[in-house]
Nanobody, 125 residues
Framework: QVQLVESGGGLVQAGGSLRISCVAA?????????MGWFRQAPGKEREFVAA????????YYADSVKGRFTISRDVAKNTVYLQMNVLNPEDTAVYYC?????????????????WGQGTQVTVSS
């Protein structure tokens, strides 16, 4: 059974840092999946944050997080991370992990085959 489980969310002050994780139960095929992070704030649509290709060579970021957030993956742990620095209140949202069978990093939500339940990140001013 495919499962994505996010963790590491919480409350942090503006200017602070947080690292969220997503453990992927995709079987032995985790290394072939591209992984992405999306977020959804109250009253807003889900938006792309970052993506990483199956081999980790290609990464993409939303303009709003470029230079502050870093996506990475650990194949041995079946885990993808999102390191978030210099957080601001506009980063407050539920963050979702997603997996794409194609292995190609993409910003398009419809391309992703599996989604996690999300983890809440709240940044106080």
């Amino acid at each position: 059974q495919v499962q994505l489980v996010e963790s590491g969310g919480g409350l942090v002050q503006a200017g602070g840092s947080l690292r969220i994780s997503c453990v992927a139960a995709l079987g032995r095929t985790f290394s072939t999946y591209a992984m992405g992070w999306f977020r959804q704030a109250p009253g807003k649509e889900r938006e792309f944050v970052a993506a990483i290709s199956w081999n980790g060579r290609d990464t993409y970021y939303a303009d709003s997080v470029k230079g502050r957030f870093t996506i990475s993956r650990d194949v041995a742990k079946n885990t993808v991370y999102l390191q978030m620095n210099v957080l601001n209140p506009e980063d407050t949202a539920v963050y979702y992990c997603a997996a794409d069978r194609s292995g190609i990093a993409t910003m398009i939500p419809l391309n992703y085959d599996y989604w996690g339940q999300g983890t809440q990140v709240t940044v106080s001013s």
